[in-house]
């Protein structure tokens, strides 16, 4: 009884994690028709800023606890400078080609950011372990978690409820589901689809910051990290569905609960089964469960 | 005369629309028949069916005595039915020799696979002439002008030695003054092999030279079926396909 | 004398490279080595993209190859190159002649996907395989080819010699391949599946043929380098590996068989100067370069790209 009860409570942990990681992800392809490789990179992002800032604000003396907003504050600055910077910079330039084409761009575009990561931030791990423990632990029942998990799982929630109403709600919400479903009638429309491009890009760049500062407080912020990532929001987002959000949800759901199990029951098959899971799912359902349906065009 | 295709009762529904409802033809050998029909009355969804694109929702197509309902395109092809399409579907990179290459090299193994006449050597150059194709010998596909596009197109699908040819909109695309003339060469280069045509037009003038029958289609059915001239006189057909003239001495003059 | 330019090219350095072999110092004989065997590999990625599909995944067989030459050392005391090399063709077409059935379903982003899936399920696989080694691999070396005891140091041409050939017979075969007629398929494949199978030939089974070709490239390649290094290890399968596999493919382009070569050779190159000169921004001029031809030499990237399917 209690593992299961440690699973589901990790399993929830670990999903909440993956779907802020992934959803911007989905965002950014459902939108663009991108599959973004760099996303990790972002991810790396936000980790370092979060840690360059985080332990800034502690050093300065500042109350601990507004270290979370700095967090916060951390993903957003990536957010409104490399997610600009790729999209006018880059981006623009390759619009058009081909979606393989464009995958390439954007592992170019990954690469390109590893290393100037690690100009940037160094070779060595960093970490910043205050906010972490600042919130002490709870219990339930026999087990014990880190209160700062059950801010990932708040946060995350936040997020997706947040984006869900955005879309479903406000007008830009709106105009952003009309790209999403045939971007030539959408410029037909009037839309100016250049500018939902750059927000769109710029809000998937800052999500995927704030999963990576998130994360920040919990790991060794060291290179390789984004080539980690990057597989499993990949595998998240296909088995959900390009471009879906509800789909990233589900898709975070199913690997972080697949992953909890085995972790728990059988570690052995931890790092494969969420490939597994992924090509059982691309098996059953070629474009992923929720795919946002394409028109044939004959 | 024996009769090489046969529609029993085939029916077509897409959720609520139907393409296709209650038709039964049969085509007998070496004719030639057009199929017209505004857009949306299942001229195509008919081809579709017979060549395998789209299975039947009931009803039954017979080639020859053999039932070919819902067999793959690939099988259907190899029992010697071919067909061009309304957009020409070529190898956009690879030359026009280069395209008839591949067709007549997937048609000589498929005859061996226990297909129809087999290809010779020589034939892709056959083809090249027999269609005019001499002067874009070389060129891409990709680059063609579309009346040539549409000429490799029904090049390539007589490649495949069809007893049944099926041509949707052979001219669409192709100039006015350019119709004639593509029509005479298709026709002519299938005069050396006994082929039954049938082909989805929208220009009465081609439907009214090239053919012997008509069957006009309209929400899914066929309105008239019989001989070219009496079939571009009826009423019905005026009425759902070709239009209602306001000069009537001049729809007599269109249509003799 | 043969007729075509590129086959007296690949028999000019067929001879070149095995006459010159004894008298090539260490690093380039390593060097090339590596180059063959990576050159192999991407010659099989050509004739995937070729028939219009990018793997991400060919580090699949890569390592998949590599661990059977590995595994026939230290499991079974093998250590002869030509039945290592026997094994690493043995398992990849077994697994290739499966997964392709699945495979050759799907296209573009979600064959990619599915590919990269596969591997990192291999990676995961072998890095929680403690009698394999997990993360650290193991060791592997050699002793004769082809039943022919090696004498004292000359295993280290032997390795050499095999790669030659190996790349040589890839290379040659490939280009008969391409030429013949099922060859031709791919790239008609590529531009109109439709047509393809409205003229009577299946899709399916010439992309499953040449993704099983490709797969036994990747394997050679993969057995090959292990050999040579003397090692193998999980990171093999990491998305990263075929990651570079396809950023050579880029950059060669599909026009030739000797591209990939020339391709590999000039990665290889490039990466252990950079690497050691600057190992912090190797992968940055990789990602630069990468862009440059994507963007400015479309010429080599067309031909892959500009499909057309079903309507």
Partial sequence: MNQIAAILIDGIIYSSWLFVIAVGLTLIYGVMKILNVAHGSLYALGAYAATAFGGYWIAQGHPPLGSYGMLVVAAVAVGLTAGPLIERGLLRLVYGKEEVVLVLVTYAVFLILEDLTKLAFGVDPLSIPQPYGLLGSIEVGDLIYPTYSLVVVLLSVVVGIGLAMTLNRTRHGKILQAVIHDREMAAATGINVSRVYLVTFTIGTALAALGGALTAPTISVQPGIAAEVIVLAFAVVVIGGLGSLGGAALGAVIVGMVRAWAVHKWPEVELFSVYAVMAAVLVMRPKGLFAVPEARKI | ????????????????????????????????????????????????????????????????DRDITGMAPREITRLGICRSFQIPQLFDNLSVRENLRVGVGIAARCARAGGHTPGEAGEIDTFIERFNLGGYRDQLAGLLPEGVRKLLDIAMAVAGHPNLLLLDEPTSGVSADEKFRLMDMVMGALKAQGVTVLFVEHDMEIVARYTQRILAFYEGRIIADGEAQAVLRDADVRRHVIGEELHPGRAEAAGG | MPRDRTTRILLGALLVLLGAGPFLPKWAMFMLNVSLSWGTVVLGMMLLMRTGLVSFGQGLYYCLGAYAAGVSYAKLGIGDIAVMLLASTAVTVAVSAVLGLLLAKYRDIFFAMLSLAFSMILFGLLVKTSELGSTDGFGLSVASVAGVPLAEGWDRYA???????????????????????????????????????????????????????????AGLGGGLVGITIGHVDPEMAFWTTSGEFVFIAILSGTGNVLAPFLGATIFETVRSFAYEYSPNTWQLVLGITMLLVIVFLPGGLWSVFTRRRTP
């Fill in chain 2, 1 to 64: 005369m024996s009769v090489i295709l046969e529609a029993r009762r085939l029916n077509k529904s897409f959720g609520a629309v139907t393409a296709a409802a209650d038709i039964s033809v049969g085509v007998q050998r070496d004719s030639v028949v057009g199929l017209i029909g505004s857009n949306g009355a299942g001229k195509t969804t008919f081809l579709n069916m017979v060549t395998g694109y789209l299975a039947p929702t009931s009803g039954s197509i017979h080639y020859g």
């Fill in chain 3, 159 to 217: 390795v050499f010699a095999s790669a030659v050939v190996v790349a040589f017979g890839a290379a040659l075969g490939m280009q008969r391949y391409l030429d013949s007629h099922t060859g031709r398929l791919a790239g008609a494949i590529r531009d109109n599946e439709l047509r393809v199978e409205y003229m009577g030939a299946s899709v399916r089974r010439v992309i499953h043929l040449n993704y099983v070709i490709s797969a036994v490239l």
